[in-house]
Protein backbone atom coordinates (compact mmCIF):
# COMPACT_ATOMS: atom_id res chain seq x y z
CA UNK A 1 0.00 0.00 0.00
CA UNK A 2 1.28 3.48 -0.57
CA UNK A 3 1.97 6.25 1.76
CA UNK A 4 -1.52 7.86 3.19
CA UNK A 5 -1.72 10.76 1.09
CA UNK A 6 -1.79 8.67 -2.17
CA UNK A 7 -3.64 6.06 -0.46
CA UNK A 8 -6.72 8.64 -0.19
CA UNK A 9 -5.99 10.53 -3.55
CA UNK A 10 -6.60 7.37 -5.66
CA UNK A 11 -9.28 6.38 -3.38
CA UNK A 12 -11.37 10.15 -4.20
CA UNK A 13 -10.47 10.14 -7.66
CA UNK A 14 -12.07 6.30 -7.92
CA UNK A 15 -14.70 7.24 -5.99
CA UNK A 16 -15.45 11.07 -8.17
CA UNK A 17 -15.28 8.64 -11.56
CA UNK A 18 -18.00 6.25 -10.29
CA UNK A 19 -19.92 9.33 -9.43
CA UNK A 20 -19.56 11.45 -12.89
CA UNK A 21 -20.86 8.05 -14.67
CA UNK A 22 -23.89 7.67 -12.49
CA UNK A 23 -24.21 11.13 -12.79
CA UNK A 24 -24.05 10.77 -16.61
CA UNK A 25 -25.83 7.89 -16.65
CA UNK A 26 -28.66 8.58 -13.93
CA UNK A 27 -29.61 4.90 -13.37
CA UNK A 28 -29.57 4.98 -9.33
CA UNK A 29 -31.93 8.11 -8.98
CA UNK A 30 -34.03 7.91 -12.31
CA UNK A 31 -34.72 4.18 -11.80
CA UNK A 32 -33.78 2.53 -8.87
CA UNK A 33 -35.22 5.15 -6.24
CA UNK A 34 -38.63 5.56 -8.30
CA UNK A 35 -39.08 1.62 -8.14
CA UNK A 36 -37.67 1.80 -4.29
CA UNK A 37 -40.06 4.36 -3.46
CA UNK A 38 -43.25 2.09 -5.57
CA UNK A 39 -41.69 -0.87 -3.27
CA UNK A 40 -42.40 1.56 0.11
CA UNK A 41 -46.41 1.39 -0.77
CA UNK A 42 -46.59 -1.72 -2.27
CA UNK A 43 -45.30 -3.98 0.74
CA UNK A 44 -48.61 -3.46 2.67
CA UNK A 45 -50.89 -4.79 0.18
CA UNK A 46 -49.16 -8.60 1.14
CA UNK A 47 -50.57 -7.82 4.41
CA UNK A 48 -53.95 -7.92 5.98
CA UNK A 49 -54.53 -4.82 6.62
CA UNK A 50 -56.88 -4.96 9.23
CA UNK A 51 -55.07 -7.35 11.54
CA UNK A 52 -51.48 -5.43 10.91
CA UNK A 53 -50.47 -2.30 12.12
CA UNK A 54 -48.94 0.02 9.58
CA UNK A 55 -46.91 1.93 11.81
CA UNK A 56 -45.28 -2.01 12.88
CA UNK A 57 -44.04 -2.36 9.22
CA UNK A 58 -42.28 0.96 9.20
CA UNK A 59 -38.84 0.10 10.08
CA UNK A 60 -38.82 -3.98 8.71
CA UNK A 61 -40.23 -2.46 5.16
CA UNK A 62 -37.64 0.89 5.07
CA UNK A 63 -34.57 -1.73 5.97
CA UNK A 64 -35.93 -4.55 3.41
CA UNK A 65 -36.08 -2.22 0.91
CA UNK A 66 -32.72 -0.56 1.74
CA UNK A 67 -31.31 -3.87 1.56
CA UNK A 68 -32.60 -4.98 -1.49
CA UNK A 69 -31.38 -1.66 -3.57
CA UNK A 70 -28.85 -0.66 -1.45
CA UNK A 71 -27.32 -3.89 -2.48
CA UNK A 72 -28.65 -3.36 -6.22
CA UNK A 73 -26.94 0.50 -6.40
CA UNK A 74 -23.37 -1.44 -4.97
CA UNK A 75 -23.39 -4.27 -7.12
CA UNK A 76 -23.50 -2.15 -9.97
CA UNK A 77 -21.27 0.39 -9.65
CA UNK A 78 -18.85 -2.75 -9.13
CA UNK A 79 -20.23 -4.15 -12.36
CA UNK A 80 -19.35 -1.34 -14.39
CA UNK A 81 -15.84 -2.06 -14.71
CA UNK A 82 -14.95 -4.78 -16.53
CA UNK A 83 -11.57 -7.00 -16.74
CA UNK A 84 -10.05 -4.76 -19.18
CA UNK A 85 -10.15 -1.54 -16.98
CA UNK A 86 -8.91 -3.30 -14.06
CA UNK A 87 -5.82 -4.16 -16.15
CA UNK A 88 -6.12 -0.59 -16.71
CA UNK A 89 -5.97 0.77 -13.32
CA UNK A 90 -3.69 -1.99 -12.10
CA UNK A 91 -0.94 -0.91 -15.13
CA UNK A 92 -1.06 2.91 -13.98
CA UNK A 93 -0.52 1.40 -10.34
CA UNK A 94 -3.31 2.03 -8.92
CA UNK A 95 -3.33 0.86 -5.16
CA UNK A 96 -6.01 -2.23 -5.05
CA UNK A 97 -6.85 -1.32 -1.61
CA UNK A 98 -7.87 2.53 -3.07
CA UNK A 99 -9.72 1.30 -5.54
CA UNK A 100 -11.59 -0.94 -3.35
CA UNK A 101 -12.19 2.14 -0.62
CA UNK A 102 -13.15 4.43 -3.83
CA UNK A 103 -15.86 2.55 -5.38
CA UNK A 104 -17.23 1.69 -1.72
CA UNK A 105 -17.38 5.30 -1.09
CA UNK A 106 -18.72 5.90 -4.54
CA UNK A 107 -21.52 3.51 -3.59
CA UNK A 108 -22.00 4.54 0.03
CA UNK A 109 -22.69 8.15 -1.22
CA UNK A 110 -25.42 7.04 -3.51
CA UNK A 111 -26.99 4.15 -1.32
CA UNK A 112 -27.55 6.83 1.44
CA UNK A 113 -28.97 8.89 -1.08
CA UNK A 114 -31.37 6.44 -1.55
CA UNK A 115 -32.21 6.04 1.65
CA UNK A 116 -32.38 9.08 2.41
CA UNK A 117 -35.40 9.93 0.04
CA UNK A 118 -37.13 6.59 1.39
CA UNK A 119 -37.00 7.52 4.99
CA UNK A 120 -39.37 10.47 5.02
CA UNK A 121 -41.89 8.40 2.64
CA UNK A 122 -41.86 5.71 5.27
CA UNK A 123 -42.22 7.85 7.72
CA UNK A 124 -44.99 9.98 6.50
CA UNK A 125 -46.89 6.65 4.72
CA UNK A 126 -46.63 3.95 7.71
CA UNK A 127 -46.05 6.00 11.27
CA UNK A 128 -46.55 9.99 10.72
CA UNK A 129 -46.57 10.62 14.62
CA UNK A 130 -43.03 9.00 15.13
CA UNK A 131 -39.90 11.37 14.02
CA UNK A 132 -37.02 10.28 15.61
CA UNK A 133 -33.24 12.18 16.10
CA UNK A 134 -32.13 13.00 12.80
CA UNK A 135 -28.84 13.51 13.68
CA UNK A 136 -28.28 10.16 15.47
CA UNK A 137 -30.44 8.07 12.75
CA UNK A 138 -28.53 9.53 9.73
CA UNK A 139 -25.36 8.06 11.43
CA UNK A 140 -27.07 4.81 11.76
CA UNK A 141 -28.22 5.28 8.02
CA UNK A 142 -24.89 5.97 6.84
CA UNK A 143 -23.24 3.44 8.92
CA UNK A 144 -25.28 0.88 7.22
CA UNK A 145 -25.01 1.71 3.66
CA UNK A 146 -21.16 1.89 4.17
CA UNK A 147 -20.76 -1.19 5.66
CA UNK A 148 -23.42 -2.41 2.53
CA UNK A 149 -21.37 -0.80 0.15
CA UNK A 150 -18.06 -2.32 1.33
CA UNK A 151 -19.24 -5.84 1.34
CA UNK A 152 -21.28 -5.47 -1.94
CA UNK A 153 -17.71 -4.36 -3.37
CA UNK A 154 -16.02 -7.27 -2.29
CA UNK A 155 -18.64 -9.66 -3.83
CA UNK A 156 -18.56 -7.95 -6.92
CA UNK A 157 -15.08 -8.12 -6.79
CA UNK A 158 -14.76 -11.66 -5.89
CA UNK A 159 -17.75 -12.98 -8.42
CA UNK A 160 -15.96 -10.39 -11.24
CA UNK A 161 -15.60 -12.67 -14.99
CA UNK A 162 -18.32 -14.64 -13.81
CA UNK A 163 -21.53 -15.75 -15.95
CA UNK A 164 -23.63 -16.39 -12.75
CA UNK A 165 -22.13 -12.99 -11.30
CA UNK A 166 -25.28 -11.39 -11.21
CA UNK A 167 -27.40 -13.99 -8.70
CA UNK A 168 -24.12 -15.21 -7.13
CA UNK A 169 -22.79 -11.57 -5.48
CA UNK A 170 -26.89 -11.26 -4.21
CA UNK A 171 -26.52 -14.39 -2.53
CA UNK A 172 -22.95 -13.36 -1.06
CA UNK A 173 -24.18 -10.30 0.33
CA UNK A 174 -27.49 -11.08 2.20
CA UNK A 175 -26.60 -13.31 4.48
CA UNK A 176 -23.58 -11.67 5.85
CA UNK A 177 -25.53 -8.28 5.59
CA UNK A 178 -27.17 -9.23 8.74
CA UNK A 179 -25.10 -7.50 11.50
CA UNK A 180 -25.46 -5.02 9.59
CA UNK A 181 -28.82 -4.86 9.43
CA UNK A 182 -29.24 -6.44 13.32
CA UNK A 183 -26.58 -3.10 14.42
CA UNK A 184 -28.97 -0.69 12.05
CA UNK A 185 -32.49 -1.10 12.75
CA UNK A 186 -31.53 -2.07 16.71
CA UNK A 187 -29.74 1.79 16.58
CA UNK A 188 -32.65 3.80 15.04
CA UNK A 189 -35.37 1.40 16.79
CA UNK A 190 -33.66 2.42 20.14
CA UNK A 191 -33.84 5.73 19.33
CA UNK A 192 -37.50 6.17 18.50
CA UNK A 193 -38.64 4.05 21.99
CA UNK A 194 -35.45 6.15 23.61
CA UNK A 195 -33.36 3.46 25.12
CA UNK A 196 -29.71 2.91 24.95
CA UNK A 197 -27.99 2.75 21.43
CA UNK A 198 -24.70 1.44 22.71
CA UNK A 199 -24.87 -2.15 22.03
CA UNK A 200 -26.28 -1.90 18.84
CA UNK A 201 -24.34 0.54 17.48
CA UNK A 202 -21.10 -0.93 18.48
CA UNK A 203 -22.19 -3.71 16.82
CA UNK A 204 -22.96 -1.77 13.53
CA UNK A 205 -18.89 -0.02 14.49
CA UNK A 206 -17.54 -3.32 14.70
CA UNK A 207 -19.34 -5.03 11.25
CA UNK A 208 -18.11 -1.58 9.43
CA UNK A 209 -14.37 -1.88 10.70
CA UNK A 210 -14.42 -5.93 10.08
CA UNK A 211 -15.58 -4.97 6.15
CA UNK A 212 -12.76 -2.23 5.85
CA UNK A 213 -10.06 -4.20 7.05
CA UNK A 214 -11.33 -7.31 5.20
CA UNK A 215 -12.02 -5.26 1.81
CA UNK A 216 -8.26 -3.32 2.10
CA UNK A 217 -6.38 -6.73 3.34
CA UNK A 218 -8.08 -8.69 0.15
CA UNK A 219 -8.25 -6.17 -2.41
CA UNK A 220 -4.52 -7.24 -4.12
CA UNK A 221 -5.25 -10.75 -4.06
CA UNK A 222 -8.41 -10.19 -5.81
CA UNK A 223 -6.92 -8.11 -8.18
CA UNK A 224 -4.06 -10.36 -8.69
CA UNK A 225 -6.60 -13.45 -9.32
CA UNK A 226 -8.94 -11.06 -11.54
CA UNK A 227 -6.18 -9.60 -13.78
Known amino acids: M ?14 RRDLMIESRGGEVFGVVLPFAAVAVFVVPLATDALATRLDQLALPVFWLVGLLFGMQVALRQTGTENLAQRRTLALLGIDPAARFAGRSLAAAVLTTGVMVVIAPLVVLFYDPDVIPAVGPSLLAIVGFSVGLSMLSTLAGDVTVGLRTRSSLAPLIVAPISVPLIIGASQTLEALIRDRSTMAPALLLTVTVLSLAVTGVLTAPALEDATT
Do not use: E, N, V
Open 2 to 15: KDGSGFWTQALTIA
